[in-house]
């Protein structure tokens, strides 16, 4: 029973991430496909948990953590670099 | 005792499923980049701590495993995705995305607010 809600998730979660393909290919402006891709790297978190039930393994936890940080920096890097044109910058003052 | 708890992993994992598939189709669906930031950054985060948290209750039951890296994958992800929300939000309106053409109230712009008053 479990396993097979389990698959069932897994296909769900794989559906969404292709509609979130669908907004990353489109998307008219910048900010939305960086939504779209944040958004997919939170669903990986999700899609890792669901395979780590699905194996009965804990070896893949400290894997949802590491996607989670690197969504979490990756998309605060892309809003400096649209809001001010560097990400690291220079000036003193 | 086991039913029971299988079938409060079911219920969760089901909630976190709909969700996920409900912030996506939100994404595509809407029609501007603020609301389809609205519908990404919170239905997503729910659905991942429903899903998370399954997974924590999972490993608990079945195997008695305490995973506190989990319970820190949930506190993390539940702290920091609403933030890079509203960042790429700010970035976007700086940037000058258009709102939607049909929304009617916008806070943030100076020259309109001025010719209002």
Redesign the interface.
Known sequence: MLENIVVITLFTIACSMVLLIYRVIKGPSTPDRVIALDAIGINLVAFIALISIELKTSAFLDITLLIGILAFIGTVTFAKYLEKGVIIDHDRD | MTEIS?SI??LF??I??FL??A???G??RLPD?YT??HA??KA??L??VF??L??FL??YI??N?F?S??I??IV??FL??P???H??????Y??G?KLWDKSVRDDLDVTKKEAGT
């Open positions: 299988h992993i079911i994992i089901i976190g499923a996920n598939l912030a996506a189709y994404v595509v980049v389809r930031n990404a950054s997503t985060t659905g991942v899903l998370l399954a997974t999972f490993f079945e195997m495993l995973q890296r989990l820190l994958t993390f992800i920091t995705s933030v890079s929300g960042l790429i939000n700010r970035a976007a700086n940037s995305v």
